[in-house]
């Protein structure tokens, strides 16, 4: 929740973000209004479909207001799973992630 409500409230700071199952004691806190900077904004919103009910609807919710700000983003669900952990391809898909969000080519092993 933090990384989601920080970088879309200081989009000349931050170039995007991956939220991970977003949780927290607090409501969410993102940006409401849409300024240009946020064009250039990349997330991926993942989570666990299965997981606490409360993390995939923080997930599906950063994933629509994101969108409706102007970011790009990616959200996926992985199917199948209840725990509260990384995605089974991340160490994968993260150089593909933040690169992405940089704006970098990612680098191939």
Same mark, same amino acid.
């Given at each position: 929740?933090? !990384? !989601?409500?920080?970088?879309?409230?200081?989009?000349?700071?931050? !170039?995007? !973000?991956?939220?991970?199952?977003?949780?927290?004691?607090? *409501?969410? &806190?993102?940006?409401?209004?849409?300024? %240009? %900077? &946020?064009? *250039?904004?990349?997330?991926?919103?993942?989570?666990?479909?299965?997981? &606490?009910?409360?993390n995939v609807e923080l997930t599906r919710f950063y994933?629509?207001? %994101?969108?409706?700000?102007?970011?790009?983003?990616?959200?996926?669900?992985?199917?199948?799973?209840?725990?509260?952990?990384? =995605? =089974?391809?991340?160490?994968?898909?993260?150089?593909?992630?933040?690169?992405?969000?940089?704006?970098?080519?990612?680098?191939?092993?």
């Open positions: 929740m933090v !990384a !989601a409500d920080l970088c879309s409230r200081y989009p000349d700071s931050y !170039a995007g !973000a991956i939220i991970m199952s977003p949780g927290g004691m607090t *409501n969410p &806190h993102p940006a409401t209004t849409p300024v %240009l %900077l &946020h064009k *250039n904004q990349s997330f991926w919103v993942v989570c666990m479909a299965d997981e &606490h009910p409360g994933a629509k207001h %994101l969108k409706a700000l102007g970011t790009q983003v990616t959200k996926i669900e992985y199917p199948g799973i209840k725990e509260h952990t990384r =995605p =089974p391809d991340f160490k994968e898909r993260f150089p593909e992630w933040i690169a992405a969000i940089l704006k970098i080519e990612a680098k191939k092993d």
